[in-house]
């Protein structure tokens, strides 16, 4: 299956999925804690499950992870499989707020080949392929030019950016992690840093989309994100531009 074709497929899904999710909002739906208390919607079940369906009856040979899909560890059988976040950003979505994602990733031996993240309120569909660039609503984006942490835009914890020894910068968040990321590939930000823990669903399809626009993403030791190991999880995130990446690096090392 030519990569182009699980992208268009992964855009498709993710606008209908995208349609699912700005109707909930407008209309209003029953939410809940899971366990450990992070908050659940409606919407993200009714997502998750328009998403499952179209896009493993579309691929029946890849493998499946979602955040609000019981991991039953069948997808480590899988060199290819979909991770999937329904809504990235419920918090977000919960407040009313436009800051909230659909996203989906394909990933391949531990590392994405395509995804795509929709900000389905404000209509912005980020997407990406390995060696194809990365785009959004069919323009092409790139990381902004910044290389030097005073001054930058900066995506994260304004409570620990804000405190020494980080130099002054613009500081703001966004609820949904994948967004974060998208927006660094754009340029509307310079960088966003996480030093807690991640699940692969919030970061797999913006991964790809940020190296695609020229951007580097690692954990805070600098290291590769891995996916779809038997643990989804990443234990923290920097992404930046190059020159920007390799001072934050440094900054947190320090």
């Not at 739906?29 to 409606?42: D, F, H, I, L, Y």
């Amino acid at each position: 299956m030519a990569l182009s074709d699980d992208l268009a497929l992964l855009e498709a899904a993710c606008r209908a999925g995208g349609e699912i999710a700005r109707r909930r909002f407008q209309e209003g739906c029953k939410s809940w804690s899971k366990q450990g208390g992070s908050p659940v919607t409606e919407a993200d079940l009714e997502v998750d499950a328009y998403l499952r369906h179209t896009l493993t009856q579309a691929r029946p040979d890849y493998g499946w992870l979602s955040e609000e899909s019981v991991d039953d560890r069948k997808r480590l059988e899988y060199h290819t499989l979909f991770i999937v976040d329904p809504i990235d950003g419920t918090v977000a979505f919960l407040k009313g707020r436009a800051h909230f994602t659909v996203c989906a990733a394909v990933v391949r031996d531990g590392a994405p080949v395509a995804g795509v993240v929709y900000n389905p309120l404000l209509d912005h569909l980020y997407k990406a392929q390995v060696g194809g660039g990365a785009f959004c609503n069919d323009a092409p984006i790139h990381v902004s030019a910044c290389h030097g942490l005073a001054g930058c835009a900066m995506l994260g914890d304004r409570t620990m950016l804000t405190a020494p020894p980080w130099p002054p910068m613009r500081v703001e968040t966004r609820n949904s992690v994948a967004y974060r990321v998208t927006l660094v590939a754009d340029g509307s930000f310079d960088a966003t840093v996480s030093l807690s823990a991640k699940r692969d669903w919030d970061l797999a399809a913006a991964d790809v989309i940020l190296q695609e626009a020229g951007g580097l993403i690692t954990d805070r030791q600098g290291a590769p994100l891995v996916y779809n190991r038997a643990d989804a999880v990443q234990p923290s995130m920097v992404a930046a531009g190059p020159a920007l990446h390799a001072q934050i690096i440094s900054q947190l090392r320090q």
